[in-house]
């Protein structure tokens, strides 16, 4: 069941939220849309600030963010021009039926109640059109940043994505799988910074919060591969779930 607290505790931190969370490759995005004419309509679901509609926009699509947040939607209109954000969710879009040639969900599928979201999304696609969830994972292969999920109680690992997230109901085709890696550079602060905007810490009591930058802290100091470093190379794996409307 979706914690509400958290599904909706972003827009407090909506402005380090864009600044800090980590873009998507070009590459994942042109494999999520292929097949699709330029430009095609594409829905960003659960939009947030607009990271994944500024990528789709920059490919030359037409973005129609849907966001439920209020505190977000008043970034995406900050960061994103030429974009407005309409404010509904994975269950309830204000968007005609067929009206778009894809649905896009940037880091935020598994806050959808799976069953009225798959309905709502395979109403607004298109025949043949494309939903494509997409998460960038931290790569936990390397050990510091195992260390990090450990610490600052991060939520899905590489494994859990792609073992919860293969089914989008009888609407839709067999899903296929894209893998994607990228980095992001980041000072020690910005990676506190973007841990900050992760629901677990703004839930969190000020006392578990604490506990959080304190082993932080102590993790940049010590580890052999992070101290003394200005910057860290923060590596991730981009997977995106791509399957065609029936």
Do not use: C
């Amino acid at each position: 069941m979706t914690d509400p607290t958290q599904a909706l505790s972003f827009g407090t931190a909506a402005a380090e939220y864009d600044r800090f969370r980590p873009r998507y490759p070009e590459a994942a995005l042109r494999w999520a849309l292929d097949g699709l004419a330029v430009p095609a309509k594409v829905v960003d679901l659960g939009a947030g600030t607009g990271i994944l509609s500024r990528g789709v926009l920059a490919l030359g699509h037409e973005v129609v963010p849907v966001e439920p947040d209020p505190g977000m939607r008043a970034q995406l209109a900050v960061a994103s021009p030429g974009t407005t954000a309409l404010a509904g969710s994975a269950e309830a879009m204000p968007l005609p039926d067929g009206s778009a040639d894809a649905v896009l969900v940037g880091q935020a599928y598994h806050w959808f109640d799976k069953e009225p979201a798959h309905a709502e999304i395979a109403r607004v696609l298109r025949s043949g059109g494309t939903f494509a969830p997409i998460w960038n994972v931290r790569d936990e292969r390397v050990t510091w940043v195992a260390e990090l999920t450990r610490i600052a109680h991060l939520g899905d690992t590489a494994g859990d994505v792609t073992e919860k997230y293969g089914d989008f109901g009888p609407a839709f085709e067999p899903v296929e799988l894209g893998e994607f890696a990228h980095t992001t550079t980041l000072t020690p602060d910005e990676v506190v910074g973007m841990l900050h905007t992760r629901s677990y810490w703004l839930t969190a009591s000020p006392d578990e919060q604490e506990r959080v930058d304190r082993e932080l802290g102590e993790l940049f100091a010590t580890h052999p591969d992070l101290a003394g470093r200005e910057t860290v190379e923060l590596p991730y794996q981009t997977f995106v779930f791509r399957a065609r409307r029936r």
